[in-house]
Nanobody, 126 residues
């Protein structure tokens, strides 16, 4: 079973940057497509970024495109979400997620993930 642990959340101001990290253990990361979801207060969880098993292809939600960057280091079993130009609407609990994806050229869709971390809170203030 894959264990995912997020870190790097916190409270920052509008326009600031924040880097979230996801440490994976229990399975070889290279076999999995990875993603970051978020759940704002009172709203449903949404996929914000996804990356295929090799790191060659990515997906971003329109709301974060151009501001967020997802990357991965399979040798370190780590996935990173770099968040720049943060807005109030980015306030949410952010979750790292994994789904079987070895050999797939495309990133996983939101319904293809099966393992989740505990989440890390990101709060954007004025």
């Amino acid at each position: 079973q894959m264990l995912l642990v997020e870190s790097g959340g916190g409270q920052v101001q509008v326009g600031d940057s924040l880097t979230l990290s996801c440490a994976a253990s229990g399975r070889a990361l290279k076999n999995y497509g990875m993603g970051w979801f978020r759940q704002p207060p009172g709203k449903e969880r949404e996929l914000v970024a996804s990356i295929n098993w090799s790191g060659a292809t990515t997906f971003y939600a329109d709301s974060v495109k151009g501001r967020f960057t997802i990357s991965r280091d399979n040798s370190q079993n780590t996935v990173i979400l770099q968040m720049n130009s943060l807005k109030h609407d980015d306030t949410a609990v952010y979750y790292c997620a994994a789904g079987w994806g070895y050999g797939r050229s495309r990133p996983l869709a939101s319904d293809e993930f099966g393992a989740w971390g505990q989440g890390t809170q990101v709060t954007i203030t004025s």
